[in-house]
C-alpha cells in the first residue's frame, strides 16, 4: 500500500495523519489564474470542453497548493445530458440551461450526441501525464437522480419539484430516463478511468429533497447498479459517494450502495456518521465552507473538531459542499498548513481547549 499515493491509501482503508486533503471545486473562480483564463478564453462550457484549458484549471491549485493530494478533473455533471442529446448553456447569473426540459419532450426525441465525452476523456489523460509525483486524479459524474433532475426541468430547480412529481405520477417514464443516466454514465466513467482517472466520485447534490422511500428508489438503487456495473468495468477503481443533504439516510447509502467511500455534507455530525457505519469505510469530508472563508480561529476550532471526530479511521479530509468563489486565498493557505505534520501538536492544543 506504501506504493499508493496518501489520498489512495486512505481510499484504501489507510489511517493517516495528517490526513490527504482535496476540496470541492478546488479548480475555480477563487483562484485568480482561473478568471484570468476564464477571460481570455470565453465560456466555461468552452473551457469544459477544450482539453488543454481544462487540464490547464485542474492542475492550477496543485500548483498554488503542494499540500493538495489529489486533482479533480474540471468538467461539469451535466456533460452527460448534453451527451444524451439535450443542448446546454451556461447564463452568467442564472446557471445552467438543458434543452428540451424533458418535462415537456420524451427521451426518445433526443439524438445523442458522445463527442463531448471524447474532450473529457482527452483531458483526463493530460492530466494524467502532467501529475506532480505523488498526487492522485479523481474524475466524477452527478449521480442519476441528480441530473435527471437537471434534464427534467432544463436548469436547476427549487426543491427539484418537477423531477419529483414525474417520479410520482409516470414511474415507468422516470424509471427508464434514469436507467438511460446510469447506462451513459458508466461508459463516460470507464472512459474517464480508460484515459488515467485513478479515483471516481459521484455527485448527488440534490439527494437531500427526497423522502425516505423515493431515496431508496431513485438515490440508493441506481447508485447501487452504477457502483456494482463500475467493479466489474474498472475492478479495483474505488468510487466516492457523496450523497449531499442525506442526513440520517446516509449510512444506508453507503451500505447499500457499495461505495468506496462516503462524503459527508457540512450539516452532518461527522462524528455521528462516523458511529454508524463500519469503522474500516473511508469518510471524506466535512468542513463547512463557510469556515474557510471566515478563516481564523473559526476555521482552526472547526478543522480541530473534524480531526478529533476522525481519530484512528481512514479519513480525507474536504469540505462538506464546493469552495466558496469569495475565499480569500490566504484562509486556503491557513487550512493547507494546519494539515502539515509540524501542526499536529497546535490543533491538537485548539481541540483540548475546547
Not at 130 to 151: C, D, E, N, Q, R
Not at 198 to 212: K, N
Not at 262 to 273: G, I, N, P, Y
Given at each position: 500500500m506504501s506504493a499508493l499515493s496518501p489520498f489512495l491509501q486512505v481510499l484504501a482503508g489507510a489511517v493517516l495523519s495528517p490526513p490527504p486533503v482535496w476540496m470541492m471545486r478546488q479548480a475555480g473562480r477563487y483562484l485568480p489564474e482561473y478568471r484570468d483564463l476564464r477571460e481570455s478564453k470565453g465560456s466555461f462550457l468552452a473551457l469544459c470542453l477544450d482539453p488543454g484549458s481544462a487540464c490547464e484549471i485542474t492542475l492550477q491549485p496543485l500548483r498554488r497548493f503542494p499540500r493538495i493530494d489529489a486533482a479533480i478533473l474540471f468538467s461539469d455533471i451535466l456533460i452527460v445530458p448534453m451527451a444524451m442529446g439535450q443542448s446546454l448553456s451556461f447564463t452568467e447569473g442564472e446557471g445552467p440551461r438543458l434543452a428540451p426540459p424533458l418535462a415537456e419532450a420524451p427521451l426518445e426525441s433526443l439524438a445523442a450526441d458522445r463527442s463531448p465525452y471524447a474532450r473529457v476523456w482527452e483531458t483526463v489523460a493530460r492530466v494524467r501525464a502532467?501529475?506532480?509525483?505523488?498526487?492522485?486524479?479523481?474524475?466524477?459524474?452527478?449521480?442519476?437522480?441528480?441530473?435527471?433532475?437537471?434534464?427534467v426541468a432544463g436548469q436547476g430547480s427549487k426543491e427539484q419539484a418537477e423531477a419529483r412529481l414525474m417520479a410520482y405520477r409516470n414511474r415507468g417514464r422516470f424509471a427508464a430516463l434514469i436507467d438511460s443516466i446510469v447506462a451513459d454514465t458508466l461508459d463516460y466513467l470507464v472512459g474517464q478511468v480508460e484515459a488515467g482517472a485513478?479515483?471516481?466520485?459521484?455527485?448527488?447534490?440534490?439527494?437531500?429533497?427526497?423522502?425516505?422511500a423515493e431515496f431508496e428508489r431513485w438515490v440508493i438503487a441506481p447508485t447501487a447498479r452504477l457502483v456494482d456495473a463500475l467493479a466489474r468495468r474498472a475492478p479495483g477503481v474505488p468510487v466516492i459517494g457523496f450523497p449531499r443533504g442525506a442526513g440520517h439516510k446516509a449510512p444506508a447509502y453507503a451500505r447499500e450502495t457499495g461505495v468506496t467511500a462516503?462524503?459527508?455534507?457540512?450539516?452532518?455530525?461527522?462524528?455521528?456518521?462516523a458511529s454508524q457505519v463500519p469503522e474500516t469505510l473511508p469518510l471524506q469530508g466535512n468542513l463547512d465552507p463557510v469556515a474557510l472563508?471566515?478563516?481564523g480561529a473559526a476555521l482552526d476550532?472547526?478543522?480541530?473538531?473534524?480531526?478529533?471526530?476522525?481519530?484512528?479511521?481512514?479519513?480525507?479530509?474536504?469540505?462538506?459542499?464546493?469552495?466558496?468563489?469569495?475565499?480569500?486565498?490566504?484562509?486556503?493557505?491557513?487550512?493547507?498548513?494546519?494539515?502539515?505534520?509540524?501542526?499536529d501538536s497546535r490543533l491538537a492544543a485548539t481541540a483540548t481547549a475546547r
Open positions: 502532467a501529475l506532480p509525483p505523488g498526487k492522485s486524479l479523481i474524475g466524477f459524474a452527478g449521480s442519476p437522480w441528480t441530473v435527471a433532475t437537471y434534464m485513478q479515483a471516481l466520485m459521484l455527485f448527488d447534490s440534490w439527494s437531500g429533497s427526497l423522502p425516505p462516503l462524503a459527508v455534507d457540512e450539516s452532518a455530525d461527522l462524528a455521528w456518521v472563508k471566515a478563516g476550532d472547526a478543522l480541530a473538531r473534524i480531526l478529533e471526530a476522525m481519530t484512528g479511521r481512514p479519513h480525507v479530509l474536504n469540505l462538506g459542499h464546493g469552495i466558496d468563489r469569495f475565499t480569500p486565498i490566504a484562509h486556503v493557505e491557513q487550512l493547507m498548513e494546519a494539515l502539515s505534520p509540524a501542526a
